[in-house]
């Protein structure tokens, strides 16, 4: 079998052996990085002020959520301000690379067509004031909008790692 | 001395394989366990908000807005699926990298001693 260029870029580097001898750990890092340039990523790295913000937003939105039982029109500095801040953040995920999954559920969470954050309040202007039983069951399901954008930056590769990964070859 | 490239493309095949499947089994029940629990909240919800319809605590109208939501979860769980996906997938090319890396070294280091 015909080996790739990984494959060969392996075994003609572990041939020379007075490179193996002098410079065993510099080796072991140039292999790594000539692979790992071919090799590229696919996934976002986990992002410390994205997922502070998101906490922030989250907590703000439901806060806001709650004055719902008001009349919009009393509300309406509040809500500019969550939107404000919420844009915000989206504008952040924005400019992430690889963060295509995470862009498209902010565009879900405040579209106003769809029936999470956005959807709310677009209801909540056009009728003026909503009834505490569906503010209450409403909020959960943007808890929960949120904890999705939260489980899924808790999970990408934090930054550490990689550089573990590197410093332990 | 040249070090036996077909033993180490040997030991490179089997560890990547076991890579391979530890990480898919790892996905999949990661994956259905995140599905089972969308699921139950998913049934718990409608429910409950079909006794509200029926008390007459939610309208028509907020009843049909908040399924709606439950399928934009949906929607955002299916992202997320797809996202941890790929985080896996790069978690399983490091792995690979490491792999191959001691690999090399440790055939080409036996040559050598």
């Known amino acids: 079998m015909k080996p790739n260029a990984c494959q060969t870029f392996i075994l003609l580097v572990s041939q020379n052996r007075f490179i193996m001898k002098?410079?065993?750990?510099?080796?072991?890092?140039?292999?790594?990085?000539?692979?790992?340039?071919?090799?590229?990523t696919s996934a976002a790295f986990f992002d410390q002020m994205s997922y502070k913000e998101t906490i922030s937003a989250?907590?703000?939105?439901?806060?806001?959520?709650?004055?719902?039982?008001?009349d919009y029109s009393t509300q309406e500095a509040a809500i500019e301000e969550v939107n404000l801040a919420m844009q915000k953040v989206y504008e952040y995920e924005k400019n992430r690379e690889n963060n295509a999954e995470t862009i498209r559920m902010w565009e879900i969470l405040l579209d106003p067509e769809k029936n999470l954050y956005g959807g709310f309040i677009k209801r909540w202007e056009s009728q003026s004031k909503l009834s505490k039983v569906f503010v209450d069951e409403a909020k959960p399901q943007i808890e929960k909008a949120f904890d999705i954008i939260l489980g899924l930056e808790t999970k990408k590769v934090k930054p550490e790692e990689a550089n573990s990964f590197l410093n332990n070859n | 001395m040249k070090p036996d490239f077909e033993a180490i493309f040997q030991d490179l095949k089997t560890?990547?394989?076991?890579?391979?499947k530890l990480t898919v089994k790892q996905y999949k029940d990661e994956a259905q366990a995140d599905i089972m629990a969308f699921l139950k909240d998913s049934k718990e919800s409608l429910e409950r908000w079909t006794t509200l319809l029926a008390?007459?605590?939610?309208?028509?109208?907020?009843?049909?807005?908040?399924?709606?939501?439950?399928k934009d979860l949906l929607?955002?769980?299916?992202?997320?699926?797809?996202a941890l996906s790929k985080i896996r997938l790069e978690h399983f090319k490091t792995s690979v990298l490491n792999f191959v890396v001691d690999t090399a070294i440790d055939h080409v280091a036996k040559e050598l001693s």
Do not use: H, P
């Open chain 1, 22 to 40: 002098k410079t065993y750990q510099g080796f072991r890092i140039l292999i790594i990085l000539a692979i790992l340039s071919g090799c590229g």
């Open chain 2, 75 to 82: 929607l955002m769980n299916g992202l997320k699926q797809t």
């Open chain 1, 58 to 70: 989250k907590v703000e939105a439901l806060a806001l959520m709650d004055k719902a039982v008001d």
């Open chain 2, 15 to 20: 560890g990547a394989m076991d890579l391979s």
């Open chain 2, 55 to 70: 008390a007459g605590e939610l309208t028509i109208s907020d009843f049909e807005w908040l399924v709606q939501s439950q």
